[in-house]
């Protein structure tokens, strides 16, 4: 019943920027922090940011200066605007619901995405 649907992926060359937005229902949105997490090729899927319900938020440092996460409780989504995209930025993003625990934990995330493609190009 509890969805969670990203969308804005797509091909960009390098230097660029995206907007990625999940889109959450069936649960009650502002009662979980929200986060992203990606996966490359033949990597393990890695932190890219999170936002607690406070409103703290966390980024890996592959990403800090270039990436921020929003939301917007009335349109039960949240946003990874990712700007000046390096071709290691290449991965699968997935959106995920923190319930609790450590940010940068798969584990702490209770409903997950299924992710959308961000290709960078040289």
């Known amino acids: 019943q509890v969805q969670l649907v990203e969308s804005g992926g797509g091909l960009v060359q390098a230097g660029g920027s995206l907007r990625l937005s999940c889109a959450a229902s069936g649960l009650t949105f502002s009662s979980y922090g929200m986060g992203w997490f990606r996966q490359a090729p033949g990597r393990e899927r890695e932190f890219v940011a999170a936002?607690?319900?406070?409103?703290?938020?966390y980024y890996a440092d592959s990403v800090k200066g270039r990436f921020t996460i929003s939301r917007d409780n009335a349109k039960n989504t949240v946003y990874l605007q990712m700007n000046s995209l390096k071709p290691e930025d290449t991965a699968v993003y997935y959106c995920?619901?923190?319930?609790?625990?450590?940010?940068?934990?798969?584990?702490?995330?209770?409903?997950w995405g299924q992710g959308t493609q961000v290709t960078v190009s040289s």
């Open positions: 936002r607690r319900i406070s409103g703290i938020t």
């Open positions: 995920a619901a923190l319930l609790g625990g450590s940010y940068y934990s798969q584990s702490s995330y209770a409903y």
